[in-house]
């Protein structure tokens, strides 16, 4: 079994970052982001903390616009956006979800200028990710990082059985569409799918997002299977751990993400490389 190292990957992502952030900053272009926050979610606050010190520490700059509940609606939240969608020194807009619930997050998502969007959730983004491979330009950050991750591993996926449990808007379902972009056999799982453990046996390529430990055991999954998961739970101990049995699972994989350290690192790499995008595709559209 060989362990798919995020962090190793997404170190490769920010070599190559780096060199274009350098030409941008030939051209006195510093990338910007605002994340705005609206809640007090500590896993949110950790993941923004880990944004935005990478992003420091490639010499983008960010901003945190942090609200109480009380203090946003869904309008006032949209007319936040649509101010930065007119400044020109914002060139990446991030809302970090969950958003509490009496925030309509479908309308906050589509106030968001498209080439503004650098997680990949509006609906002009993932249309163009719906397409094909050529089309894909702003794609949702995690699904994007697991496509970096088979990449530098050099994981063939086309025509391969690729099975994805989880199909939320945001995750498992983005990764299904990529996988089949690339030419895999896709089954997408979900809360409402029959004898998960058939599908996942099928599987060449076992993708988890779902949220629930131990979700995938070692009778769930063929042997010699690619096995990425996702999920961040907290056990009972109180440490980080995915959906996967690990310890069971890695004896039958011939490929398997440990978490932390698998999926994570890839997301926060492909938020970066989707702020260099976009700010090169502002700059090539005379936006700024
Ligand atoms: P989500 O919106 O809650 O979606 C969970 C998905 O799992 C849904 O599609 C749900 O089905 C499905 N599901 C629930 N129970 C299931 C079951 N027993 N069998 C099969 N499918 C089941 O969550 P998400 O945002 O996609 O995130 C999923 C997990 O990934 C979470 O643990 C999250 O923290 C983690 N995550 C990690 C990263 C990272 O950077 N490492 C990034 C994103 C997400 P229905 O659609 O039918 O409800």
New binding site residues.
Partial sequence: MKLLDGKKVAAAMYEKLKVELASLKKKKIIPKLVIIQVGDDRASLSYIRSKMKVSQNLGIKSELLKFAPKEVTTEKLIRLINRLNRDKSVNAILVQVPLPSHIYEPEVFKAINPYKDVDGFTAYNLGKTFLSTEFEELAPC?PLGIIRLLDYYKIKVTGKEAVV????N???KPMALMLINRRATVTD?????RN?AEHTRRADILIV????EK?ITADMVKKGAVVVD????RNKDGKMVG?VDFEKVSKKASYITPVPGG??PL?VASLMENICKATLKQLKKGLI
């Fill in positions: 995690t449990v989880g199909a939320s945001l995750t498992g799982c979900h809360s409402k799918t998960l997002a779902v949220g629930k979700l996702i999920g961040i739970n959906d999926a994570g997301t």
